[in-house]
């Protein structure tokens, strides 16, 4: 399969303490990859790598053909879209909101591509004119997605997206993710607590720990690992989430 993102010896650290080490891995083309493991093990620093907000100490991480030191900053953000757990909003329209990464770059949205990308994201166009104060939880996630639409990336990065949702808002999110990915071919990496959400939705799967790739394959690989440190984890003896 061809790589979307693909790291090779890839270290950060800050101060001189580790963060990651020695990430070597793929992300494929128009899947979705889920990242799991414990807090602190660097899945949001990995994410951060993904589109340039942090650069590794050393190694090399390659976006399609292209090493990502070698992109324009700008082209790179268009390239790879990602949306937050607190779904940041500025104040006003939910338009306005939409609208935002086109207008930092001198450009307007059409009403009818906004119409468009809320359709995307299940939400109704008279959406448009409500303000984000207006939104719930679960409204507010599906604009910052529509919102990481806008410049049509080939990769979007997801950090704990319904992390504070509902269990309705999160199964909502979930399709709506899979629906993005299969309607649009588009790359998803997705960082999420929940190991029954990694398995359902994820086709691959990544579990880090303490900045290391531990176990990665077919997300399936949650319900038996090889790995001892994985299946202590899945079990919920590391103090985290289980399938069971």
Same mark, same amino acid.
């Given at each position: 399969?061809?790589?979307? &993102? ?5 270290? !950060?650290?800050?101060?001189? %303490?580790?963060? =990651? ?30 589109? $340039? ?10 976006? *399609?053909?292209?090493? &990502?030191?070698? !992109? @324009?900053?700008? #082209? ?28 930092? +770059? *001198? ?12 359709? @995307?994201?299940?939400?109704?166009? @008279?959406?448009? +004119? ?7 939880? $679960? +409204? ?17 990065? =997801? ?12 199964? #909502? ?10 309607? !649009? ?5 997705? /960082?999420? %607590? ?18 290391? /790739? ?29 399938? %069971?």
């Amino acid at each position: 399969m061809k790589p979307a &993102i693909q790291f090779n010896s890839v270290n !950060y650290s800050i101060d001189g %303490h580790p963060i =990651l080490r020695n990430i070597s891995g793929a992300f494929y083309d128009g899947e979705i990859t889920t990242l799991v493991g414990p807090s602190g093990a660097g899945k949001t620093t990995l994410l951060k790598l993904c589109n $340039g907000l942090l650069s590794p100490k050393d190694g090399d991480i390659t976006i *399609g053909n292209l090493n &990502i030191n070698d !992109y @324009d900053p700008v #082209e790179l953000r268009r390239t790879v879209g990602m949306a937050l757990q607190s779904a940041p909003m500025i104040d006003g329209s939910v338009h306005k909101n939409l609208a935002l990464p086109l207008e930092l +770059q *001198g450009k307007r949205l059409p009403d009818i591509q906004a119409r468009d990308l809320l359709n @995307d994201v299940g939400l109704s166009e @008279d959406f448009l +004119q409500r303000t984000s104060k207006e939104l719930s939880g $679960g +409204q507010r996630q599906k604009v910052s997605i529509a919102r990481t639409l806008v410049n049509r990336p080939q990769i979007l990065l =997801l950090d704990e997206i319904t992390s504070s949702l509902d269990q309705v808002s999160q199964k #909502e999110i979930e399709e709506l993710i899979v629906k993005i990915n299969r309607k !649009y071919g588009v790359t998803i990496v997705w /960082i999420t %607590h929940n190991l029954k959400q990694a398995l359902n939705v994820g086709a691959y799967t990544w579990v880090m720990m303490a900045g290391e /790739i531990v176990e990665t394959g077919e997300s399936e690989l949650l319900e038996s690992p090889s790995n001892e440190r994985v299946r202590q984890f899945v079990k919920g003896e590391l103090g985290w989430g289980s399938l %069971h």
